[in-house]
Nanobody
Framework: QVHVVESGGGLVQAGGSLRLSCAASGRTGTTYALGWFRQAPGKERDFVAGINWSGSSTYYADSVKGRFTISRANAENTVYLQMNSLKPADTAVYYC??????????????????WGQGTQVTVSS
């Protein structure tokens, strides 16, 4: 079993920045593809950003390209999401996603093997 813990959510004004962190632990010697999804009230959970096991490839939803940056600590199952120029539309619960088996470029709900508990991000106008 893999344990996934997120941190870094909060309240920020529009135009501000936040940084989310996520650490996955439990299976020694295994490096995962890591990513982030978000879910706003009354909406589906949507893909935000993903990164492959080595950090050499990143993937973004169109809505966050140029504003959000995903990165990971070398050789560790720790991922970060730097969110700049935040908008009220970015308000959601953000979930860390861990993938062990599916291709790293595939970021659907069903491709995720483990989820974090979620962290709230609220952007005020």
């Amino acid at each position: 079993q893999v344990h996934v813990v997120e941190s870094g959510g909060g309240l920020v004004q529009a135009g501000g920045s936040l940084r989310l962190s996520c650490a996955a632990s439990g299976r020694t010697g295994t490096t995962y593809a890591l990513g982030w999804f978000r879910q706003a009230p009354g909406k589906e959970r949507d893909f935000v950003a993903g990164i492959n096991w080595s950090g050499s490839s990143t993937y973004y939803a169109d809505s966050v390209k140029g504003r959000f940056t995903i990165s990971r600590a070398n050789a560790e199952n720790t991922v970060y999401l730097q969110m700049n120029s935040l908008k009220p539309a970015d308000t959601a619960v953000y979930y860390c996603a861990v993938k062990a088996f599916s291709p790293p470029e595939l970021w659907t709900l069903s491709s995720v093997d483990y989820w974090g508990q979620g962290t709230q991000v609220t952007v005020s106008s």
